[in-house]
Structure formats: structure tokens, C-alpha cells
């Protein structure tokens, strides 16, 4: 065999074997309809792509689309279909899909993101894993954010009667509700249009996570911040993978996908939010903005008022499951606090 043959027969092999390495590989397409700047991405879904990578050594990888292939609602529906193998999404957008995810919801339910997002998926798995909330994809995690709070534009929020009439922005369902319980003015507006409101004086105020005063730039809007125990409000994020998409995964790094995902991701989501809420509170306190932390006065006012929201979901999960939803909310309570410690 010529010189020139032998290197040709050497290419030829070298691309069959490229070819079957390649082949050997999981590409796992994940679709992402924020911008890829947004802590999510940043503190949570890249770190654990990187994860996955490592723990399969690299025999699954996780891609990101650069456009959404589908609306917010509709992100159950594209995993469950195959048009992407996996994403995130917020129970609240179809909460009539997912009557669980209420109790996460609820006014003073959080210690920190993490903790209460370890507590969430041990409470989904001990009381609604059976329920089958998510039919049609595998869901591989779920999270919440830290507590949420209030910004305003110049009051400084001390009492419950500097809410009568506050032209407050909050992000819609179990939101609203607490607003008008408050006394707010309720301008119900996706967290996005925080600064546009704001800058048009179409608000004074705004509920928030402290995340927000660093991402979404509120910083020459925004002067006071109150810290409220428990958070005033709470959001219920999962993600999820598409069935046949998971059983693609080689058995022989299957397990090893499966200890990032569960408890180990629900704790990373928590975590990516409180990360990025302790800076931006730092960044506040630099600035010169006031924080202020409710006094037991106007946390106890608060949670009066917002007692039917609890009342509201155990009733909905008694009605439905048969379930008592006073023992879930203990249980979430107990193992966050447990967690924490």
C-alpha cells in the first residue's frame, strides 16, 4: 500500500471513529426563554450542565436553544411532546395544572431559597409524587426563590397603614391577592416592566425578591427595601425532562445523572437565588438605600391578613386529595428549618 493510500485508510478509520464517538454521546437540548444573562442561567442552569457533563463524564450534554420553542404555559407541553428534551417553567403560569405547588406560594413559607426548596421536593415526594401533576415528562427538580420582599420609590414601609392605597406592582395570582390584602393599590405587571413602572411613576412600590434591585437595574428608582421574615410572597419553579429523552440516557451513566437531579437540583435552584439576593442586598446597603426589617407588629398584621390564602389551598387539596394540607405546610416548616441548621 502507497504512502498516500495508507494516510487515507488512516483518516477514513479515525473518521469512523470520530463518527462513533459521536454518536455515543447524549445531546440533551434544553430550552431557555429568558436571556441567558438572568441568574437562572448564570447561577443554576449552566453550573449544572457543567455537573452533568462531569458526574457522566461527558457521555450526556446538555445544550441550550437560543430561542424559545414555545411560550412560557407551554413549556410541559413541548418537553412532554419531544420538540426539546428538557426546561424549567413556573407552576403559577397553569396553577389549575398543579394544585401542590400552592403551598409554596404562601406568605411566610421561606427560610432561604435553598433550604425551602430541599423542603418543597421532600414534601412533593412524600405527599404528591403519586398525584401525577406532571403527566407526560419527568420531573427532575423543583425550586423557590428567596423571600420576597417590598421596594419602594421614597416611603419607607413601617407600618401596615403606609399600605392603604401604595400603588404597588405585583407579578399576578397569589401576588395580587396579597397586595389587595394588604390595602395596596394592586398594578398587577410581570417583574420585567418593575423598572418602566417605576421610571413613568405608574408605581410607587413594588414586591420583589432582593435580586431584583441588580437585575432588573432599579437602582435610580428604587431607596427603600423591607425585609419581611418568611417572605410576603414565593414562586414555584420545576424542571423537567421528556421521557423518552431520559431513557436515551446510557444506563451506564444514568445513576450518575440522577444524583444531580432531585434534591441535589432543587437545592442548586434555591441556592443560584439566594447567591444573587445577598449581593444585591450588599449593593443596596452600598448605594445608601434604606432596609428596614418588618417589626413583629406589622409581620403579625401581615400574616393576619393573609391567612385565607393558607385557609384557601388546604381546603383546595382537602376537596381534591382528601389530603390534610396543615400537615404539609409542618412538614415543609420542620425540614427547612431542619436543613438550615
Not at 15 to 41: D, K, Y
Not at 226 to 240: A, C, K, R
Request: charged fraction near 20%; aromatic fraction near 10%; hydrophobic fraction near 40%.
Amino acid at each position: 500500500m502507497t504512502r498516500h493510500l495508507r494516510t487515507t485508510a488512516l483518516a477514513a478509520a479515525l473518521g469512523v471513529l470520530t463518527v462513533a464517538n459521536a454518536s455515543a454521546e447524549t445531546v440533551l437540548t434544553f430550552n431557555w426563554a429568558i436571556p441567558p444573562t438572568h441568574l437562572m442561567r448564570t447561577e443554576i442552569f449552566n453550573p449544572w450542565a457543567a455537573k452533568v457533563a462531569e458526574v457522566t463524564g461527558g457521555e450526556v450534554k446538555v445544550e441550550f436553544t437560543t430561542t424559545s420553542m414555545g411560550p412560557p404555559p407551554r413549556q410541559l407541553d413541548i418537553v412532554r411532546d419531544g420538540v426539546v428534551d428538557l426546561a424549567w417553567s413556573v407552576h403559577g403560569y397553569t396553577p389549575e395544572r398543579f394544585p401542590h405547588a400552592g403551598v409554596s406560594e404562601l406568605p411566610f413559607m421561606t427560610t432561604t431559597g435553598e433550604a425551602t426548596s430541599v423542603a418543597y421536593w421532600r414534601a412533593f415526594q412524600k405527599y404528591f409524587a403519586d398525584k401525577d401533576e406532571h403527566k407526560g415528562v419527568k420531573l427532575i427538580g423543583l425550586y423557590v426563590h428567596s423571600p420576597g420582599t417590598v421596594m419602594a420609590r421614597d416611603k419607607v414601609l413601617d407600618s401596615i397603614d403606609d399600605f392603604n392605597g401604595l400603588l404597588l406592582r405585583s407579578g399576578g395570582g397569589l401576588q395580587d391577592k396579597v397586595s389587595a390584602a394588604l390595602g395596596a393599590a394592586v398594578v398587577s405587571s410581570p417583574a420585567p416592566t418593575t423598572y418602566e413602572l417605576l421610571a413613568n411613576g405608574v408605581v410607587e412600590a413594588t414586591l420583589m425578591t432582593p435580586d431584583g434591585y441588580t437585575s432588573f437595574n432599579l437602582k435610580d428608582h428604587i431607596n427603600t427595601q423591607l425585609l419581611v421574615p418568611g417572605g410576603l410572597f414565593n414562586s414555584s419553579f420545576y424542571v423537567m425532562i421528556n421521557e423518552d429523552s431520559y431513557n436515551r440516557i446510557p444506563e451506564s451513566v444514568r445513576a450518575a445523572f440522577d444524583s444531580v437531579t432531585g434534591e441535589y437540583l432543587s437545592a442548586m435552584g434555591g441556592r443560584g437565588f439566594d447567591t444573587v439576593s445577598a449581593s444585591a442586598l450588599e449593593a443596596m446597603k452600598a448605594d445608601g438605600r434604606t432596609v428596614t426589617d418588618a417589626d413583629p407588629a406589622l409581620v403579625a398584621e401581615m400574616q393576619a391578613r393573609t391567612q385565607f390564602l393558607a385557609d384557601e389551598w388546604k381546603a383546595l387539596v382537602k376537596d381534591k386529595y382528601g389530603m390534610d394540607g396543615q400537615e404539609v405546610i409542618d412538614f415543609i416548616r420542620a425540614e427547612a428549618a431542619a436543613y438550615a441548621k
